[in-house]
């Protein structure tokens, strides 16, 4: 079962839109889209989620491609406090397949 | 509301020793995860419960790991003996429902395990 596909590292300006890509071009009809970030030394912390339908919440919004093989996490104002690496996964079962992610840096 | 706990947060023994990591669950939760994270391989699935009962342990590396549930709302992670190469950060996640497609993950703070 293939993960996804992040690109490894990107950098974004404190209080402009970070858009994080993710490619899942494997993904089945009934496996969710779930993104989660870990803060340096901290547990994963959830984010959002998704079937086919773009969804927002007070964190982020997660757009779906209509295909489905491909989405993109937005923050939309990024703080420095988004640092973390961020995981987009395909949640097959229970099961969260963790990759390696993407690193955002956010600078001032 | 409290998340996810977990104890001790750091933990620094010597091979050959027991070592037991706890995890309480969010209230109302039932369904409970632990992983393991190491930077060679990631975070990894160890073994999934849900009412108390081990649903998944295919990911336990062997046998001198072990996990249980005593009640709904703690579990327990034994390494008996540990080894250096057990040192890792483990995690607990705990979920509403019966771990399905939905049903999100919380993640506790993680206990950071040396062994020397």
């Known amino acids: 079962d293939a993960k996804t596909t992040q690109p490894p590292s990107m950098d974004c300006a404190e209080g402009r839109a970070a858009n994080l890509p993710c490619n899942h071009s494997?993904?089945?009809?009934?496996?969710?889209v779930y993104w989660y970030r870990q803060i340096h030394s901290q547990g994963p912390q959830y984010i959002i989620h998704?079937?086919?339908n773009n969804e927002t919440n007070e964190m982020a919004s997660l757009i779906i491609t209509e295909d489905r093989k491909s989405s993109t996490l937005i923050l939309p104002h990024a703080t420095l406090r988004d640092t973390a690496v961020y995981y987009c996964?395909?949640?097959?079962?229970?099961?969260?397949?963790f990759g390696a992610g993407t690193t955002v840096t956010v600078r001032a | 509301d409290a998340g996810v706990i977990q104890s001790p947060r750091h933990e620094v023994t010597e091979m050959g020793q027991e070592v037991t990591l706890r995890c309480k669950l969010i209230?109302?939760?039932?369904?409970l995860f632990w992983y393991r994270q190491t930077m060679m391989r990631g975070l990894e699935l160890l073994i999934y419960?849900?009412?108390?009962?081990?649903?998944?342990d295919s990911g336990m590396p062997e046998d001198r790991f072990s996990a249980k549930m005593p009640n709904a709302s703690f579990s327990t992670l034994k390494i008996q003996p540990s080894e250096p190469r057990d040192s890792a950060v483990y995690f607990c996640?705990?979920?509403?429902?019966?771990?399905?497609?939905?049903?999100?993950?919380?993640f506790g703070p993680g206990t950071r395990l040396t062994v020397l």
């Open positions: 996640a705990s979920s509403q429902g019966s771990g399905g497609f939905t049903d999100t993950q919380y």
């Open positions: 494997t993904i089945s009809g009934n496996e969710y």
């Open positions: 998704g079937l086919k």
């Open positions: 996964i395909k949640l097959n079962d229970y099961k969260l397949s």
């Open positions: 209230s109302g939760h039932n369904s």
């Open positions: 419960f849900n009412n108390n009962v081990p649903i998944d």
